[in-house]
Every structure is written in structure tokens, then in C-alpha cells.
């Protein structure tokens, strides 16, 4: 890898991120509120007859 290379490349690697274990995930309190949207969101698509 030449010198321009390696310059470019190592900001990337620092930002870069895949997650993984060491991630924490969203808490049940966002789960649950993301099903309750999801849901409503579903009654208002029901409701309006667009389905």
C-alpha cells in the first residue's frame, strides 16, 4: 500500500463502525413503543381504506 493510500484509509478505519456484541441494542421500552407505532400506523392505513 503506498504512503497516499495508507493516509486515506486510516480515517476511514477509525470512523467505520459494524456493530456487534459490544453494541448496546435498544431497551424494551423502545421496543414496545416502536410496535405500538407500528400498530397505529396500521390503523390509520385501515381506517382510511388505503389498503
Known amino acids: 500500500m503506498t504512503?497516499?493510500?495508507?493516509t486515506v484509509t486510516a480515517p476511514a478505519r477509525a470512523?467505520?463502525?459494524t456493530g456487534g456484541p459490544k453494541d448496546d441494542g435498544p431497551g424494551l421500552?423502545?421496543?414496545?413503543?416502536?410496535w405500538v407505532l407500528v400498530i397505529a400506523f396500521a390503523?390509520?392505513?385501515?381506517?382510511?381504506?388505503?389498503?
Request: charged share 20%; glycine share 10%.
Open 3 to 6: 504512503a497516499a493510500a495508507a
Open 15 to 17: 470512523r467505520s463502525r
Open 43 to 51: 390503523v390509520l392505513v385501515t381506517r382510511l381504506g388505503l389498503l
Open 29 to 34: 421500552l423502545e421496543h414496545a413503543l416502536g
